[in-house]
């Protein structure tokens, strides 16, 4: 008969949020049988894989890879702000320096809003889950999603399930987990298929504005990918009010 051992696990910070209210900020016991890979049950308990920057086993730092052993004392923590832990980090490879995203189909205003911002977003609203894993995979792009089961994917490395409901909570959620506030560069991205937009002269597209366009603007950019056309008009400047608290230091 094989044996049955304990370990004591413990979750801090933000991964408290995947837990049940009577399990959070406390140890728990965990019984197993052989040695499993500790990954396996920081996901029993309902945490995704992508929300952990750090596990540490009897006070060292260990890998998903870690075999289980009885009596196991098990830290498990999530991205850290303010401290730098990049030489104890052996759960994945560094996140990108100028990360790209891929979206679910349950954040649409949230990919429109990123791409306002300047960052590379892609999003469909047909999206499956196996779409978004692939493409995060095949692409080196970090999944932002709702759905918290998306996450458990064995092959994605980089996630991170979005809290709030609120579009411009969310956008200050994601700048913040993945300290983006100074690198945005608004107006640079097609709002509706994420292309670049370059400059354009106003005589190679006059055929395609409308007569108050032609008359009161100078300047255009057109998007590289899907041809779609922008100017400094009315709609610009309601987008700079309303999302004035991200685009105030750069607009």
């Given at each position: 008969?094989?044996?049955?051992?304990?370990?004591?696990?413990?979750?801090?910070?933000?991964?408290?949020?995947?837990?049940?209210?009577?399990?959070?900020?406390?140890?728990?016991?965990?019984?197993?049988?052989?040695?499993?890979?500790?990954?396996?049950?920081?996901?029993?308990?309902?945490?995704?894989?992508?929300?952990?920057?750090?596990?540490?086993?009897?006070?060292?730092?260990?890998?998903?890879?870690?075999?289980?052993?009885?009596?196991?004392?098990?830290?498990?923590?999530?991205?850290?702000?303010?401290?730098?832990?990049?030489?104890?980090?052996?759960?994945?490879?560094?996140?990108?320096?100028?990360?790209?995203?891929?979206?679910?189909?349950?954040?649409?205003k949230l990919a429109k809003l990123l791409r306002l911002l300047g960052f590379d977003c892609l999003y469909r609203n047909d999206y499956l889950d196996k779409d978004v894993a692939n493409i995060a995979v095949?692409?080196?792009?970090?999944?932002?999603?709702?759905?918290?089961?998306?996450?458990?994917?064995?092959?994605?490395?980089?996630?991170?399930?979005?809290?709030?409901?609120?579009?411009?909570?969310?956008?200050?959620?994601?700048?913040?987990?993945?300290?983006?506030?100074?690198?945005?560069?608004?107006?640079?991205?097609?709002?509706?298929?994420?292309?670049?937009?370059?400059?354009?002269?106003?005589?190679?597209?006059?055929?395609?504005?409308?007569?108050?366009?032609?008359?009161?603007?100078?300047?255009?950019?057109?998007?590289?990918?899907?041809?779609r056309i922008y100017w400094k008009g009315s709609h610009i400047e309601h987008m700079t009010q309303r999302?004035?608290?991200?685009?105030?230091?750069?607009?």
């Amino acid at each position: 008969m094989t044996s049955e051992y304990r370990a004591e696990f413990r979750f801090y910070g933000t991964l408290n949020d995947f837990l049940p209210q009577s399990q959070r900020k406390q140890t728990m016991q965990y019984r197993f049988k052989g040695h499993p890979g500790v990954k396996d049950p920081i996901e029993v308990f309902g945490v995704p894989h992508t929300e952990v920057d750090l596990i540490t086993v009897n006070g060292e730092a260990e890998g998903f890879d870690y075999q289980l052993q009885a009596n196991d004392r098990v830290a498990v923590y999530p991205a850290f702000k303010s401290l730098d832990i990049s030489p104890l980090l052996k759960l994945r490879e560094k996140i990108f320096t100028h990360p790209r995203f891929v979206l679910d189909v349950n954040l649409g205003k949230l990919a429109k809003l990123l791409r306002l911002l300047g960052f590379d977003c892609l999003y469909r609203n047909d999206y499956l889950d196996k779409d978004v894993a692939n493409i995060a995979v095949n692409e080196q792009r970090i999944i932002l999603t709702r759905d918290r089961r998306l996450l458990f994917i064995k092959q994605i490395t980089h996630g991170y399930w979005v809290r709030a409901v609120d579009v411009l909570t969310q956008a200050d959620e994601v700048l913040t987990r993945f300290d983006l506030h100074d690198c945005i560069t608004p107006f640079v991205r097609c709002l509706v298929c994420n292309g670049l937009l370059n400059p354009v002269a106003k005589n190679a597209i006059i055929g395609k504005l409308k007569p108050k366009t032609r008359l009161y603007y100078e300047e255009f950019h057109r998007c590289h990918d899907c041809g779609r056309i922008y100017w400094k008009g009315s709609h610009i400047e309601h987008m700079t009010q309303r999302y004035a608290e991200f685009l105030k230091v750069k607009v």
